[in-house]
């Protein structure tokens, strides 16, 4: 492991020990929600050491990105035990105050908490950058080639009606030009922009990078679809990767996030950017199958769209809804309540 990934790991180490001290000394509920905010949001020294891992090796991202998982997963704990005891401890106070108002509870101040589908999104990260990948970002207006044709989808291509897509009036929009306009239906355009990327730089593969996202389609809302709604996709690309890597790195997210007693699989299909293509499940406690995503190896079209040899690099991509995976994770019946702000619904979580 490189100078620099043991010098991080000490620094993540430190943010830990004191954090840890500055939340078990938090005086009350506001107090503990600025430190979590410090110490936990995006823009935190912690979410600041993600976009570090880009300029480690392999062995460095590892060790740092595995860091990185533990560092949260302990300041969480030690934030979720001090604003239990806080509740605690106010409600014992308000009991010996008012011992005869049975209504006490129903007065207590309200404090606010990340949304659920914020949650899902930020421990997928973590449990991605954990195995030693970074974290891309992309617009989510794009252009028709950075949606479709980049992706193997030109525009007679029949799988196209796989998405209804809010297309936008370039017009509006100076400095574009004639260019067909989009609001993005998915975050693989992140993939080509992350490889076209690589190649203008000069740094070219090995590319281990998540992409997380807001996308948009011409949906009616319902129980179980957004016209709006999140994605996350992986996307790897290096000399000699195979399915078995695929499916390797499947198993793996699998354990970390769901738990090390499932298992996944992984059975055949199409999609237009992959081949061959497969949907993935997960293996549920009661004996079922849950369908989560999509995978496949990365298209030798969409590799030299990039402006990669796939005779000299291959790759893979595996992507899911973030939002359906926190309906099932939470056992909500309805996508629908996600959005629709109601704090009875959003207290729960």
């Known amino acids: 492991m490189s100078a620099d990934a043991v010098e991080l790991v000490a620094e993540i180490e430190e943010l830990v020990s004191g954090g840890t001290q500055a939340l078990a000394g938090a005086a009350d509920l506001d107090a503990l929600a600025a430190l979590d905010a410090d110490l936990l949001g995006r823009r935190s020294r912690l979410g600041l050491l993600k976009a570090s891992l880009r300029d480690l090796d392999d062995d460095g991202r590892r060790a740092v990105g595995a860091a990185l998982h533990e560092a949260r997963r302990s300041l969480e704990e030690a934030s979720a035990t001090r604003?239990?005891?806080?509740?605690?401890?106010?409600?014992?106070?308000?009991?010996?105050?008012?011992?005869?108002?049975?209504?006490?509870?129903?007065?207590?101040?309200?404090?606010?908490?990340?949304?659920?589908?914020?949650?899902?999104?930020?421990?997928?990260?973590?449990?991605?950058?954990?195995?030693?990948?970074?974290?891309?970002?992309?617009?989510?207006?794009?252009?028709?080639?950075?949606?479709?044709?980049?992706?193997?989808l030109p525009p007679s291509h029949p799988a196209r009606s796989m998405w209804d897509t809010l297309y936008l009036d370039a017009g509006q929009f100076e400095g574009v030009g004639g260019e067909q306009l989009l609001l993005r239906t998915h975050t693989s355009p992140v993939q080509v922009r992350t490889m076209l990327r690589a190649v203008e730089e000069g740094s070219g593969p090995p590319i281990y990078v998540v992409c997380p996202g807001r996308v948009y389609r011409r949906d009616t809302a319902d129980a179980t679809h957004l016209p709006v709604f999140h994605q996350i996709e992986l996307l790897v690309v290096d000399r000699s990767v195979s399915m078995a890597d695929l499916a390797g790195t499947i198993e793996t997210f699998t354990k970390a996030y769901f738990g090390r007693e499932l298992t996944s699989r992984l059975r055949p299909s199409y999609f237009p950017f992959t081949e061959p293509s497969a949907e993935v499940d997960i293996s549920q406690p009661d004996g079922t199958w849950l369908e989560v995503g999509g995978c496949g190896m990365v298209h030798p079209n969409v590799l030299r769209a990039c402006g990669l040899d796939p005779e000299e690099w291959s790759g893979f991509a595996f992507g899911f809804g973030i939002d359906r995976l926190t309906k099932i994770r939470h056992q909500v019946e309805d996508l629908r309540e996600f959005v629709t702000n109601d704090v009875r619904f959003l207290e729960q979580f």
């Open 83 to 152: 604003r239990e005891d806080l509740r605690s401890a106010a409600s014992a106070a308000r009991l010996a105050a008012e011992a005869l108002d049975l209504t006490e509870a129903s007065g207590r101040a309200r404090v606010g908490h990340a949304h659920p589908i914020t949650r899902t999104w930020e421990e997928l990260e973590d449990v991605f950058v954990g195995m030693g990948f970074t974290v891309a970002s992309g617009p989510e207006v794009e252009t028709d080639w950075f949606n479709f044709e980049a992706l193997n």
